[in-house]
């Protein structure tokens, strides 16, 4: 599996960092899925983090076609960390943007978490299941804990 991570941090926010049991700063994981919902998703993350003294974690997942070279993506990236950086500077929490390249949407999505991790997904309200809600199934069959909040 080719993954490649980018990392931006928003770094003129100060938050004391608060360690886990592991050595691990508490996080709070948000996972991209529309620009809308992402930011609905970053506010309710936001409240969490705050109560929990964590930080926020903005993972970009980007599925890169096969026909391309893995570290070569159809949108550029340094418009893509422009664009992130943009919506991270939305939160009142220190975030974090996590932007990986790959093949594997799955595969990238299980190497980004870390065991029991927080996760923030928003999706559409409604009975029909999304394709956000299906997700937000599979992570908490893989032992993840997950907060869905409604993007409309």
Known sequence: MAVQERTLTNRHRVVAEHETHGGVPLEVI???TTTNATLQALRTAARLAEG????????????????????NPQVPVEFTKRRFRTVALDTSIDTHVDIRLGRDKKEMLESALNP?????????SGWWPTAEKR???????????VVVCDAN
């Open 30 to 32: 948000v996972l991209h």
């Open 116 to 124: 029991h991790s927080l996760v923030v997904v928003a999706t559409k």
């Open 52 to 71: 929990l003294a964590a930080r926020i974690r903005l993972l970009v997942i980007e599925t890169v076609p096969y026909p391309l070279p893995v570290n």
């Open 135 to 145: 997700l937000a199934k599979r992570l908490e069959r893989l032992g993840h804990q």
